[in-house]
T-cell receptor, first 113, second 114 residues
Framework: NAGVTQTPKFQVLKTGQSMTLQCAQDMNHNSMYWYRQDPGMGLRLIYYSASEGTTDKGEVPNGYNVSRLNKREFSLRLESAAPSQTSVYFC????????????FGEGSWLTVV | AQSVTQPDIHITVSEGASLELRCNYSYGATPYLFWYVQSPGQGLQLLLKYFSGDTLVQGIKGFEAEFKRSQSSFNLRKPSVHWSDAAEYFCAVASRGSARQLTFGSGTQLTVLP
């Protein structure tokens, strides 16, 4: 019963390096999301994908790109990492068939030095 | 734009005491409302949700929340707190559009004293 799976769980990057966070869900959900969590700020939406083939910016999209590879997978890419992108990243998914509930992965801890 | 306010950054209660965590939202219509809990180093677990109907909703782990339209509030309650309830709690609202974009409050950290 995997649900939403994110990799890697932990990553340290140097400023300017690039990396991709992977996310996959096995619940056949249409919508997928990427959030970042910072102390005292709750979770903020970076990008979302309402359905396969579509992506849209959320509240804090600068410095990120996303790809909805297929219905299951939604990746988040940092092209040139900055210390301000040190955060915990959460992938999530939802669907009307899930009662419109949004399910979260366990998070990816990213540190940019 | 929708927004969520959790006015209490940190709450401390004794084990066995009652608990109420406050949540106020700003939205043009009635949104979908959620409470999530996050233990240290973990992801978010859904406690309960309100979409429509009965304004008092029951969730997991003995939690409940009441939607009050007139006050734009969705406060979380538990009659008797257990030490295992110590965690961070997030209130969230979602639009009723095709993609359920969640807007989160900044969270309330709950400490439970023995």
């Amino acid at each position: 019963n995997a649900g939403v799976t994110q990799t890697p769980k932990f990553q340290v990057l140097k400023t300017g390096q690039s990396m991709t966070l992977q996310c996959a869900q096995d619940m056949n959900h249409n919508s997928m999301y990427w959030y970042r969590q910072d102390p005292g700020m709750g979770l903020r939406l970076i990008y979302y994908s309402a359905s396969e083939g579509t992506t849209d910016k959320g509240e804090v999209p600068n410095g990120y790109n996303v790809s909805r590879l297929n219905k299951r997978e939604f990746s988040l890419r940092l092209e040139s990492a900055a210390p301000s992108q040190t955060s915990v990243y959460f992938c999530a998914s939802s669907d009307q068939l899930s009662g419109n509930t949004i399910y979260f992965g366990e998070g990816s801890w990213l540190t940019v030095v | 734009a929708q927004s969520v306010t959790q006015p209490d950054i940190h709450i401390t209660v004794s084990e066995g005491a009652s608990l109420e965590l406050r949540c106020n939202y700003s939205y043009g219509a009635t949104p979908y409302l959620f409470w999530y809990v996050q233990s240290p180093g973990q992801g978010l677990q859904l406690l309960l949700k309100y979409f429509s109907g009965d304004t008092l909703v029951q969730g997991i782990k003995g939690f409940e929340a009441e939607f009050k339209r007139s006050q734009s509030s969705f406060n979380l309650r538990k009659p008797s707190v257990h030490w295992s309830d110590a965690a961070e709690y997030f209130c969230a609202v979602a639009s009723r559009g095709s993609a359920r974009q969640l807007t989160f409050g900044s969270g309330t950290q709950l400490t439970v004293l023995p």
